[in-house]
């Protein structure tokens, strides 16, 4: 009997094992969830957001924080927290307006900045036609129908100052406009500098200043309060993306670092950016154009009568670069003709064709072409008739037999369709390249 005794309660030990085991189990899961919900809880709780010095809880809710192995990183809903910083936000792409869900952009009446869906470029424009290229750190993400980026996102397309301080979980944000005016108060400097561009510097810690009597201008580091660039220049102008300075004197143009060391001798009619990727300027001299890198080495020296086509032409084309096609070619203008180098200064045809782009389309809603951006092609017209060309300078079509090339728009979708017409005939140029466009 004492051995079938002591073989029950063997039995009824283990028969209990299990329970035991679950429950521990689902006791453990429930404390995991309330470890999570308590932690995200005190971060949300106590986690201080202040714009321009003045707390903002309801900036602080739009944010969405993920706990990493780096730390907290913070994603913030594009559209919604630009009215919060001087800006307004839309859906679609600034350059044709549609209503394309999948992008956005933020416009402070001085400047428009352009987020994409699952991509890490950002596109930022002053006038509506030149546009500067960024990349995020990292794509920006679509979540709950809005689309999200990162902190580098928020400080790269509205020019903040960012601070999160991670021992008192607290972000401070400060605005260009604010700090520009903080300081100019401050060191009693006025007037501020007037173009948003301008305002820019104080993010470097740098403020243009202007004399009040000669109207000459210099620009002030605000923490030593000397000079970096003295008051003698007839303007200055800042560039952001290279944080150098583009300044006057006696009528010609050059570059200055925010050392104060000259980057491009002050010797030029007019110096544009062109291409922020690559570094690239467009420089006038004697009524003649060339292109110069950052560092004023000759990409093509300063011989051609225009550079680049007008973007006004080719507004609807939605040009991301009106002097450097498909990414990699620069249009340049010789004794009439016009032939292509790239951003490397290499020439790619000669100078033989006497139009860039088509713009003699007389159907109706059509407009005119100069790339097809999806298959990189570039429309050249030769005596009036028209042919596509690569980015290698090869000729897609045997001659010069199209009479037209054009483009639709679908306001709905927000897309262009690219057409050529030759013979009578019209054929979709990207569907007609799927079944091998050269052997047309």
Not at 81 to 91: C, D, E, H
Not at 163 to 188: C, E, F
Not at 291 to 313: A, C, F, H, R, W
């Amino acid at each position: 009997m004492e051995l079938y005794y002591e073989e029950s309660n063997e039995s009824k030990k283990k028969s209990k094992s299990p329970i035991i085991i679950g429950i521990i189990i689902i006791l453990l899961v429930i404390l995991t969830i309330l470890v999570i919900w308590t932690i995200s809880y005190l971060q949300n709780s106590l986690f201080k957001v202040k714009i321009n010095g003045e707390s903002n809880t309801n900036f602080r809710d739009l944010i969405q924080m993920e706990q990493t192995a780096d730390g907290i990183k913070m994603y913030f809903p594009i559209k919604s927290v630009a009215s919060f910083l001087g800006y307004t936000g839309y859906t679609g792409d600034f350059k044709s307006k549609s209503e394309d869900s999948s992008k956005c952009y933020i416009d402070n009446g001085e400047e428009m900045a352009m987020f994409t869906a699952n991509s890490d470029s950002l596109i930022i424009s002053t006038d509506g036609t030149t546009y500067e290229e960024y990349t995020l750190d990292e794509n920006v993400v679509e979540r709950n129908g809005q689309l999200y980026t990162t902190s580098d996102g928020l400080i790269k397309a509205f020019h903040v100052s960012y601070n999160y301080n991670s021992g008192t979980n607290s972000l401070d944000i400060y605005t260009t406009d604010y700090l520009t005016s903080t300081y100019a108060q401050n060191l009693k400097i006025d007037p501020i500098p007037k173009l948003f561009r301008d305002r820019q510097a104080i993010l470097e810690g740098l403020i243009i200043v202007e004399t009040g009597s000669q109207k000459k201008y210099g620009v002030l580091n605000v923490s030593t309060q000397k000079y970096v660039l003295e008051t003698k220049y007839d303007s200055i102008s800042y560039i952001p993306y290279s944080t150098d300075f583009l300044v006057q004197s006696n009528g010609k143009y050059g570059i200055m670092t925010k050392e104060g060391r000259t980057k491009i001798s002050i010797a030029y009619d007019e110096i544009t950016l062109m291409d922020n990727k690559n570094g690239l300027y467009l420089v006038k001299e004697d009524d003649l154009f060339g292109v110069i890198n950052n560092e004023g080495k000759n990409i093509l020296s300063p011989s051609y009568e225009q550079i680049g086509v007008d973007g006004e032409t080719f507004a609807q084309n939605a040009l991301d670069n009106q002097y450097i096609l498909i990414d990699t070619l620069i249009p340049v203008k010789y004794n009439g003709y016009w032939g292509f180098f790239n951003t490397e200064g290499v020439q790619i045809t000669d100078f033989e064709y006497t139009n860039v782009g088509c713009t003699t389309s007389n159907l109706a809603n059509t407009y005119p072409v100069v790339e097809i951006p999806s298959i990189k092609l570039v429309v050249v017209e030769k005596d009036k008739m028209y042919n596509l060309m690569d980015a290698n300078g090869t000729l897609r079509i045997n001659g010069f037999v199209l009479n037209s090339v054009y483009l639709t728009y679908d306001a709905t979708s927000g897309k262009n369709s690219y057409f050529m017409t030759y013979g009578g005939n019209t054929n979709n140029i990207e569907e007609r390249f799927r079944t091998s466009l050269s052997n047309s």
